[in-house]
Each structure stands twice: as C-alpha cells, then as structure tokens.
C-alpha cells in the first residue's frame, strides 16, 4: 500500500479555492486514490475518488497527473464548514481492507 | 437506508472490564470495517469482513480483541479486559466491494470508549 505524505495544515478563507496536494511516490498500477473528509466527533466522510487525469463531482475536483505521483484535491469557493480534516489514501481494490489514512491535513477557514 | 450506524455512541467502563460494540451497515455492502482512531490521528485499520469471513486482522489487534459477522450483516467487536490504552473513538466502515467498483467505504459515527 503506497504511503501518502500530505501538508498537515492549511488556511484560506472563505469563498476562496482551496488546493490540497498529496505525494504518494509509491503508488502502485492498480492503485485508486482516495480522498475522505472528516469533522470532530464523526465518521470520515467520502469526497472524491479517481484513477488518472481529472474527476470531478459536486463538490470537488481531483487532478492526478501523468505520472501518478502526486495528486491534488481541489475545493472550490470554500466555505466555514469546510473546515475539517482531510485525508489522502492510495490503495488498489484488493488493498481495501488495508486502508491507511495518515494524519491527514487539517484545513482551516477563516471568514 | 439510513447508513452506518453503530451502538453504543459514548461508553465509559473501568479497566478490566469486557465491552461490546455493534456495527450496522448499509444493507447492500458485502464489505465491514473496523478502525481505531485516537486524537489527532486519522484512523487505523483493526480488520475487515467480506460477507461473514474475516479476511484480515490487523497486527495492532491484540488476542484481547475479536470481531464477528455471524450472518454477514451486523458486526460486533469485543475488547476483553479492558486497559487504558483501548481509550479511543471505533469506527466501523461497509463498502460494497467488486472488482469494477470503487470500493468507495462509508462510515458510521463511531463508538467512542473510555477507559478509567
């Protein structure tokens, strides 16, 4: 399972985009990357996943470039309740079990 | 459905003790999970069923700790003889697994336990 290095904090303020990068050097050909959201006290919540390129949903984007090696989690027009940790998980479906969440990066927005 | 849901939500027991958590999933996941997480740090993978068959264990999962899903719908976790090292938040997860889908997990809202 690829390790996954990200910044452990950010700030921004609202109504700005947000950009959260993560390096996963290691990551292996049948490998997915995963990006959860989590608030104090709950669950992590799934925000976006993707295999190459460019994906996108309601609310966020997902850049991975050619080479795999890192990827950048996009959030646009932040929000107060954005804030949250964010984690970045590089696994393939086989590895599901084994899922390796990190610290995570703590984003904070300031109004 | 309404999603994960585990119970109990909050649980305070003295050291030594046994406890019992229960995770339900989302009902079409053949997939559960079991995570630790402890402040300030994101989740730790304890182990996870596919159907009623544990597939794996973590090595942070000590003998004290064992994990069931006897008809492959809810999960139970005990922790014998509690310590107070066990103090932490449980996360179940479920995920319907195949080989063409994302295996996306959902999680519940956590047991959180306390140990005195």
């Known amino acids: 399972l690829a390790k996954t290095t990200q910044p452990i904090s950010m700030d921004s303020y609202e109504g700005q985009e947000v950009n959260i990068t993560c390096s996963h050097n290691?990551?292996?050909?049948?490998?997915?990357i995963t990006w959860y959201q989590q608030f104090p006290s709950q669950g992590p919540r799934f925000i976006i996943q993707?295999?190459?390129t460019k994906v996108t949903n309601e609310v966020a984007s997902l850049f991975i470039p050619a080479d795999r090696k890192s990827s950048t989690l996009s959030l646009p027009r932040v929000s107060l309740s954005d804030t949250a940790v964010y984690y970045c998980?590089?696994?393939?479906?086989?590895?599901?079990?084994?899922?390796?969440f990190g610290d995570g990066t703590t984003l904070t927005v300031k109004p | 459905d309404t999603g994960v849901s585990q119970d109990p939500r909050h649980k305070i027991t003295k050291r030594g003790q046994n406890v019992t958590f229960r995770c339900d999933p989302i009902?079409?996941?053949?997939?559960l999970y079991w995570y630790r997480q402890t402040l300030g740090q994101g989740p730790e993978f304890l182990t996870y069923?596919?159907?009623?068959?544990?597939?794996?264990k973590s090595r942070l999962l000590s003998d004290r700790f064992s994990a069931e899903r006897p008809k492959g719908s809810f999960s139970t976790l005990e922790i014998q003889r509690t310590e107070q090292g066990d103090s932490a938040m449980y996360l179940c997860?479920?995920?319907?697994?195949?080989?063409?889908?994302?295996?996306?997990?959902?999680f519940g809202p956590g047991t959180r336990l306390t140990v005195t």
């Open positions: 290691n990551i292996a050909t049948n490998d997915y």
């Open positions: 997860a479920s995920s319907f697994y195949s080989k063409s889908s994302s295996n996306e997990q959902y």
């Open positions: 009902s079409e996941h053949n997939r």
């Open positions: 069923f596919q159907n009623e068959a544990q597939l794996e």
């Open positions: 993707g295999y190459k």
């Open positions: 998980l590089a696994g393939g479906n086989t590895n599901a079990g084994k899922s390796t």
